[in-house]
């Protein structure tokens, strides 16, 4: 299944993730703090479409497959984790 921007269920489980990510994490720390353990069912309905909405970025984008990779929120999802708790 590939992601379109209107699929909404991708949307609401960006979301989540975007509540979930303080500072940097790797893959497998966000996938721990969201009780998940399918890395494929992470990457395609979690972690794609909030990169594909710009809520979250790669700390070294150069090297997306990389061991080291990180992940961090954008401008844009830091704006919208304020405005859901403030």
Avoid: C, W
Avoid at 29 to 44: A, D, I, T, V
Avoid at 70 to 86: D, M, P, V
């Amino acid at each position: 299944m590939a992601y379109r921007p209107s699929n909404r269920p991708s949307k609401l489980l960006a979301l989540r993730l975007i509540n979930s990510l303080i500072g940097e994490a790797s893959m497998p720390q966000l996938m721990e703090k969201l009780e998940l353990n399918h890395r494929p069912n992470f990457r395609e309905n979690y972690l794609v479409p909030a990169i594909d909405l710009d809520f979250i970025e790669m700390t070294n984008p150069e090297s997306p497959k990389s061991p080291k990779q990180k992940y961090r929120l954008t401008e844009k999802g830091k704006a919208l984790y304020k405005k859901q708790f403030t």
